[in-house]
């Protein structure tokens, strides 16, 4: 199990991530658009450095919903390699078929 700490931080930025979304997409149209003044452009790159880095998307790390290990994630399943292998065993993941010999 990962620490909660490092858990409620990652759901944190996320939730950032969602919130501030729009509006970092649309200042970094305005600053990467070659068609506008040099002003603008800059402007734009100045409140776009204001804002929490946090509200980045590169900046939320992929979890595993069972144990919140962050390393062996399975992004179709969304969990972790030893998560999935656990769930598989028990028999709890529809579809699966583990086999050991």
């Known amino acids: 199990m990962a620490k ?3 858990i409620e931080n990652n759901k944190k ?7 501030k979304g729009a ?12 068609t506008l003044s040099v002003e603008e452009r800059f402007e734009a790159t100045l409140k776009l ?11 939320v790390r ?3 919903e069972v144990t919140g ?5 399975n992004r179709k399943l969304k969990m972790s390699r030893i998560a999935l292998r656990e769930l598989g065993s028990k028999g ?10």
Do not use: F
């Open 69 to 73: 290990r962050p390393r062996a994630y």
């Open 92 to 101: 709890l993941i529809p579809g699966l078929v583990k086999s050991s010999w």
């Open 62 to 64: 992929n979890r595993c």
């Open 13 to 19: 930025r996320a939730k950032l991530a969602v919130q």
């Open 49 to 59: 450095a204001e804002m929490p880095r946090n509200s980045c998307i590169n900046r």
């Open 23 to 34: 509006k970092r997409i649309r200042l970094r149209a305005i600053a990467k658009d070659r």
């Open 4 to 6: 909660k700490s490092s």
